[in-house]
């Protein structure tokens, strides 16, 4: 048989490496502490490859991407090549290092997007592969894959999770007005799209103003979605969020975390925790406001990865002037607010904060009648 070129070995390399992201997308949101991975094993008898398994990592981190998929390829993994969108971990952690299950199925070969930047693993999962004779290939749609993985890098690297903020901006430059609650800005199927983001973040984050203001649930609403809703993160330094609230109500359908100020007061705090809302309690700034990298920190300590920012004008606001937003979804609607209008960004114009070089654009498409562009930090 005809071997194949290194083109066309080249070509079937991203090919299969973009199915094996697409695949680690499932759970992404779902899989904290643990970065949302895709595997797929494949099989190069002849000129034509064989799909024999795939595998993405489970709900709650384990198991791993790589060891469900050796699971369901069997025998048929010996001398295939195994395609991963993360470097395979090479650690003890709850159970053994991927590498070494990769190891003893006796794969042929592995595709890896990127080093995992875990400091427990980079480049060492790679390198035990090769020490056992496994042939290597790594940065293939490396770009692509570190967006999927974004989360865990910033959590590794920096020590907090990624932050998306989401805004929906009227024709007249706000996101509601002043005493109205919640003021519809956007259409339905714009909506539908916050909903499918929320399921795909490990966490949607508010101020306390806007949970006062509005009584939203953030949860996903689509239907066979319900289950997949994220943590709920609400920054209330003085714990002034009132028990009857739907956020506090539904605290043990949907996991509510509060954020305090050190001298919160103790009465209001308890009944909060009594009511099934998770305290995380964090630095207060000279302002009044909590410390917003201090309070990243302390989410990344307890495992999230991913932060979708939704509201609402001050909160955005001091995440923009903390330098603190790595990805911004922002959709612009043909709805006027009129008298009584709240700037979308407490007053900063979103088209300075957004603009070439600080942001690129991903995409820009249509939701209904609301224009969606899809921003990506620069750096």
């Known amino acids: 048989m005809t071997a194949l070129s290194a083109d066309e070995q080249a ?99 592995v595709v890896s997007a990127f080093d995992d930047p875990n400091p427990l693993v980079f480049g060492r999962g790679l390198a035990r592969l090769e020490a056992a004779g496994i042939q290597v290939t790594s940065g293939v749609l490396t770009e692509r894959a570190r967006r999927d993985h974004a989360g865990h890098v910033r959590r590794m690297v920096d020590g907090r999770p990624h932050v998306r903020l989401k805004l929906a901006i009227s024709a007249d430059g706000a996101i509601g007005r002043e005493g109205t609650g919640n003021l519809p800005i956007s259409g339905p199927m714009a909506k539908a799209r916050t909903y499918v983001l929320r399921t795909e973040t490990d966490a ?106 939704e509201g609402g004008a001050r909160v955005a606001r001091s995440f923009v002037e903390a330098d603190l937003v790595d990805e911004a979804i922002v959709y612009r609607s043909k709805t006027v607010v009129g008298p009584g209008a709240v700037p979308a960004l407490d007053g900063i114009d979103p088209e300075t904060v957004f603009g070439q070089p600080a942001f690129a654009i991903l995409d820009e498409t249509l939701a209904g009648e609301d224009r969606v562009t899809h921003l990506w930090r620069a750096d």
């Open 11 to 109: 070509e079937l390399d991203r090919r299969f490496m973009a199915a094996a992201l697409a695949l680690g997308r499932r759970n992404a949101g779902h899989t904290w502490p643990n970065p949302a991975v895709g595997t797929v094993i494949v099989r190069y008898d002849g000129r034509t490859p064989i799909v024999v398994a795939r595998g993405w990592t489970a709900e709650g981190g384990r198991p791993h991407a790589e060891v469900r998929a050796l699971a369901q390829a069997g025998q048929a993994a010996r001398g295939a090549t195994c395609y991963v969108s993360l470097e395979p971990c090479a650690h003890f952690g709850r159970t053994g290092p991927c590498s070494n299950a990769l190891i003893n199925a006796g794969v042929g070969r």
């Open 204 to 309: 949607v984050l508010i101020g306390v103003g806007t949970a006062l203001a509005d009584d939203p649930l953030l949860t996903c609403r689509i239907p066979g979605l319900e289950g997949r809703s994220p943590v709920r993160v609400v920054l209330d330094p003085t714990a002034r969020l009132p028990l009857d609230s739907r956020l506090v109500r539904t605290a043990y359908e949907a996991p509510l975390w509060v954020v305090v100020g050190p001298d919160a007061p103790r009465e209001r705090v308890n009944a909060l925790a009594e009511a099934g809302a998770t305290i995380v309690s964090r630095l207060i700034r000279p302002s009044g406001y909590l410390d917003l990298h201090d309070v990243l920190r302390g989410l990344a300590d307890r495992g999230l990865t991913t932060v979708l920012v």
